[in-house]
C-alpha cells in the first residue's frame, strides 16, 4: 500500500510499574532522517528505536519522542546524607558551646536543613527498560503506519483521478491534430485562390505545403509516451512500494512530453489543452511530494 512521509502515531502503557509514554513524528524528506527524545537516563534507547523505525519506514524525516515514570515502591529512596549531618550536629554544638547558648536543636530543625537528606532513584536493568519501550514502540509504530496509509490511499486516488483527467485532454489533443492538418489544407487552397483568381491551384505543391505543416505539428509520439507514462504511473501506486522518488522522475517525463505537444501546437484549442495538462501535472507533482 502506498504510504505518505507524513504521519504520526502514539501509544501509552503501563508495563512493570513504568508508566511509558512513546509517539512518533514524521514530515517529508528525500531521504530517511531520525532522531529522538528521551530521558537522558536512558539514552542507550535511541539506537533500538532508530532500528525499529528503519524496518518499519524507507523515507521521511521521523521524531520518537519518549516519556518514562517509575512508580514502582522501590523506584525512590530517601538516604541519610551522614557526612554532611554528623558535620552539621558538630557545627551546633561549637556554635552553643562559644557563645554560650542552650543546646536545644531537635530533629525537625535537622530535617530542615539543606542536604541532610540524599534521594537515590533506582537503576532499572537496561534490558528491562528496552524491552518495555519496544513493546509500546511497537504499537506507536502500528498507529503511525496506519495514518500513513490512510493518507496514502487519500493521495494515491486524487493523482489517479488527475491521470485520468490527463488522459481526457490527451484524447482530445489526438482527436484534434488532424483536423488541423486539414483546416490548414483548406486556408492555403482558399488563399491561394484569393491571390490567383479562378487559376487551378498546383495540387501537388498544396500536398507538400500540407505534409510539412503535418510533420511540423504532428505529435502523435508525444501523445504516445505520455499515455505510456501515466500507464506505468499506475502500475507503481498499484505496487504498493516506496516509489516517491520514481514518481518524481516519471513526473518530470510527463512534463517534458507536454511541453513539447505545447511548443508544436498551432491551434488555440491545444494550446488551451496543453495548459490544462501541465496544471494537472503540477499537482501531481506536489502531491507525490508527500508519497514515500
Do not use: W
Not at 514530515?27 to 531520525?34: A, G, L, Q, S, T
Amino acid at each position: 500500500m502506498i504510504k505518505s512521509m507524513t504521519g504520526f502515531g502514539r501509544a501509552k502503557e503501563t508495563i512493570e510499574d513504568l508508566n511509558i509514554t512513546v509517539e512518533i513524528k514524521s514530515v517529508n524528506h528525500r531521504y530517511f532522517e531520525f532522531s529522538s527524545r528521551v530521558p537522558r537516563a536512558y539514552m542507550f534507547l535511541d539506537e533500538k528505536l532508530n532500528k525499529l523505525c528503519r524496518e518499519n519506514m524507507q523515507r521521511g524525516k521521523v521524531e520518537v519522542s519518549v516519556l518514562i515514570e517509575d512508580n514502582s515502591e522501590s523506584g525512590t529512596e530517601i538516604a541519610i546524607n551522614r557526612q554532611y549531618t554528623t558535620a552539621y550536629l558538630a557545627a551546633v554544638k561549637k556554635l552553643a558551646k562559644e557563645y554560650k547558648l542552650k543546646n536545644d536543636i531537635k530533629v525537625s530543625d535537622i530535617v530542615r536543613a539543606p542536604d541532610v537528606f540524599k534521594i537515590k532513584q533506582q537503576s532499572l536493568s537496561d534490558e528491562l527498560v528496552v524491552s518495555a519501550v519496544t513493546q509500546v514502540a511497537n504499537k506507536a509504530i502500528e498507529n503511525f503506519i496506519a495514518m500513513r496509509s490512510a493518507e496514502g490511499e487519500r493521495l494515491t486516488k486524487d493523482v489517479l483521478s488527475r491521470a485520468e483527467f490527463i488522459l481526457e485532454k490527451v484524447a482530445f489533443i489526438e482527436e484534434r491534430s488532424p483536423e488541423t492538418v486539414k483546416e490548414y489544407r483548406l486556408r492555403i487552397e482558399q488563399k491561394v485562390k484569393e491571390l490567383l483568381g479562378d487559376t487551378t491551384v498546383d495540387e501537388q505543391r498544396l500536398l507538400t505545403e500540407t505534409a510539412i505543416f503535418a510533420d511540423k505539428v504532428a505529435v502523435a509520439e508525444e501523445t504516445v509516451r505520455l499515455r505510456s507514462h501515466i500507464e506505468q504511473l499506475r502500475e507503481m501506486l498499484e505496487s504498493g512500494d516506496a516509489i516517491g522518488r520514481k514518481l518524481d522522475f516519471l513526473v518530470q517525463e510527463m512534463n517534458r512530453e507536454a511541453n513539447t505537444i505545447g511548443s508544436k501546437a498551432q491551434d488555440i484549442d491545444i494550446a488551451h489543452t496543453v495548459v490544462d495538462i501541465k496544471s494537472e501535472i503540477e499537482k501531481i507533482r506536489e502531491q507525490i511530494q508527500n508519497i514515500e
